[in-house]
């Protein structure tokens, strides 16, 4: 007798909750039948994505996590929304295909927030739903959701300032210490100041053609032109031109050196461009092949390509931009209008 007591007392707590490091994630459309969405872990791997089947109006997913984590939503026509998951829980979401920005997801309290931020800011222009987003960042540090907001509200936008990026940082860092993407966005920031004008550049090693090592500081002009690209950026040869462009009217002068830094991860492509310009002087090419991943690229606190640099003979930054169309103005600018 107790032997069957135990085991029913046993398939009654398996059968109460996912178990484990699993949730259960249960949906309901009013007007959807059936259709085909994607789900991922933010704070896993980005290219696993996996397919959820929805039929007759509902769908069923299970999946797994060692900690409370968002997980995103995508549907077919790009539309994106947040499910925060943690390990043996069950939630239910529920949304109208038509209106696919008021969805309700619950079955643990960062859902429960998260809904109460939206319905606040459903109404909301751009600039009041960002200031809402930092009260919610401000009064709920701990929760995941303070995380996501930073990522959607901060983090992506690139009207928001540096500065107002560390603060939020302060609040957040504390209460999530081992947060690899807050620890990224942190390092980016403090690097980020290496390249504001009046800053020395940091010395940073690069990978030549032959793959041998060499130091960026290891040639003194009075000028050095970092240049960061890529082959697969948009116009990215026309960009190399005007580059070679600006190069080939300072040659006389003879003060500048040039130092074209690629964010190619397939050499061979990168090796393809730049082979005519191995007599171009003042001009070394350099690719790890380890695009935004490179150690010499954080270091710079480089994010996004075109960018240049120019710095004086102390490598103290005088001029950066990501603007193609500057680069013969900035050298002309400072190579031929000193006396």
């Known amino acids: 007798m107790k032997h069957t007591l135990y085991i029913f007392l046993l398939l009654l707590l398996v059968s ?15 007007d959807m039948q059936a259709g085909e969405l994607y789900i991922y872990n933010q704070n896993g791997d980005l290219a696993r994505l996996d397919t959820i089947k929805v039929q007759e ?25 947040v499910i925060f998951a943690g390990p043996n829980e069950d939630l239910e979401y529920e ?4 209106d696919l920005k008021n969805y309700v997801v619950n079955g643990n309290e960062e ?32 929760s995941p959701v303070a995380v996501y907001l930073f990522t ?28 690899h993407y807050l620890l990224d966005i942190e390092s980016k920031l403090a690097n980020a100041q290496h390249r504001q004008v009046g800053q020395t550049l940091p010395d940073v090693s690069l990978t030549r053609k032959d793959r041998k090592k060499e130091k960026l500081w290891q040639t003194t002009k009075d000028y050095n032109l970092i240049i960061l690209w890529a082959t ?23 003060k500048l050196r040039v ?15 730049i082979r005519p310009d191995s007599t171009v002087a003042n001009l070394q090419h350099y690719c790890d092949g380890l695009g935004f991943e490179s150690k010499a690229i954080k270091t710079l606190g480089i994010d996004a390509v075109p960018f240049y640099i120019l710095t004086d003979k102390k490598h103290r930054v005088i001029e950066s931009g990501d603007d193609a169309n500057e680069l013969n103005e900035v050298i002309k600018k400072h190579l031929f209008s000193q006396p």
């Open 16 to 30: 109460c909750g996912p178990g484990g490091n699993a949730f259960r994630l249960k949906g309901t459309f009013r």
């Open 57 to 81: 109006g509902r769908f069923r997913y299970k999946g797994e996590t060692d900690e409370v984590t968002s997980y995103i939503l995508v549907f077919p026509n790009g539309v994106e929304q």
């Open 95 to 98: 949304a109208t295909a038509n």
């Open 111 to 142: 859902n429960k927030l998260m809904n109460k931020f939206r319905e606040e800011t459903y109404t909301m222009n751009s600039s009041m739903t960002t200031n809402t987003a930092r009260t919610y960042i401000k009064d709920n540090p701990l």
């Open 152 to 179: 959607q509200y901060f983090a992506q936008n690139e009207e928001v300032s540096p500065t107002e990026l560390k603060d939020l940082l302060k609040v957040l860092r504390p209460k999530h210490p081992h947060n």
């Open 232 to 254: 697969w950026m948009p116009n990215g040869t026309d960009f190399l031109w005007r580059v070679k462009n600006a190069v080939s009217e300072s040659r006389e002068s003879g």
């Open 259 to 273: 130092a074209a830094i690629s964010l190619d991860v397939e050499r061979y492509r990168w090796e393809e461009i």
